[in-house]
T-cell receptor
Framework: GQNIDQPTEMTATEGAIVQINCTYQ??????LFWYQQHAGEAPTFLSY??LDGLEEKGRFSSFLSRSKGYSYLLLKELQMKDSASYLC??????????WGAGTKLIIKP | IAGITQAPTSQILAAGRRMTLRCTQD?????MYWYRQDLGLGLRLIHY???????GKGEVPDGYSVSRANTDDFPLTLASAVPSQTSVYFC??????????????FGPGTRLTVL
């Protein structure tokens, strides 16, 4: 079966750096997405990786290793507004998105 | 309007009743999707449409139906609601229905409670 694994919850301190990991096992691979979802709101797109390596976008970076079935989202200079759930999703060989359950990130002052 | 709208925002429904959740997008995206999101689970695809006039089944289609008469609208119907359909429902759209980056953009969601 297809599977996306992420930690359920993480806690970090304002101003610090946090890394959220995602491992996947899918039938085929056509890209990996990270979304941010604040409580009670819709998911919003953060990043997309299809080739190995690091994609940097401001305070957020996303890394992909296809051979290891592994990605991480790196958040720097954490702000209170970064408290949210972070969803990892993989597009499989049939171009369907398979979603992880999300990682709830709690930021403490 | 800009983006994707969903209606209603929330609804409490008696079991056995019929309900249609509405979704409209103004981005002229080809593909549209319906997901449900339950606590502790990832988003699960109910139905999708790669282009107007076509629809397909996702991971959890039972008890739901959809139609795609035009590019903008993609309603989701629960023919006879059951309590297990209590969930938050998200509609999403994307430009190319699978190829390229094909980022999905989400509506604000409908919170449905079936009693």
């Amino acid at each position: 079966g297809q599977n996306i694994d992420q930690p359920t919850e993480m806690t970090a301190t304002e101003g610090a750096i946090v890394q959220i990991n995602c491992t996947y096992q899918t039938s085929g691979f056509n890209g990996l997405f990270w979304y941010q979802q604040h409580a009670g709101e819709a998911p919003t797109f953060l990043s997309y990786n299809v080739l190995d390596g690091l994609e940097e976008k401001g305070r957020f970076s996303s890394f992909l290793s296809r051979s290891k079935g592994y990605s991480y989202l790196l958040l720097k200079e954490l702000q209170m507004k970064d408290s949210a759930s972070y969803l990892c999703a993989v597009r499989d060989g049939n171009y369907q998105l398979i979603w992880g359950a999300g990682t709830k990130l709690i930021i403490k002052p | 309007i800009a983006g994707i709208t969903q209606a209603p925002t929330s609804q409490i429904l008696a079991a056995g009743r019929r309900m249609t959740l509405r979704c409209t997008q103004d981005m002229r995206h080809n593909a549209m999707y319906w997901y449900r999101q339950d606590l502790g689970l990832g988003l699960r695809l109910i139905h999708y449409s790669n282009t107007a006039g076509t629809t397909g089944k996702g991971e959890v289609p039972d008890g739901y139906s959809v139609s795609r008469a035009n590019t903008d609208d993609f309603p989701l119907t629960l023919a006879s609601a059951v309590p297990s359909q209590t969930s938050v429902y998200f509609c999403a759209s994307s430009d190319s229905g699978g190829s390229g980056t094909d980022t999905q953009y989400f509506g604000p969601g409908t919170r449905l409670t079936v009693l």
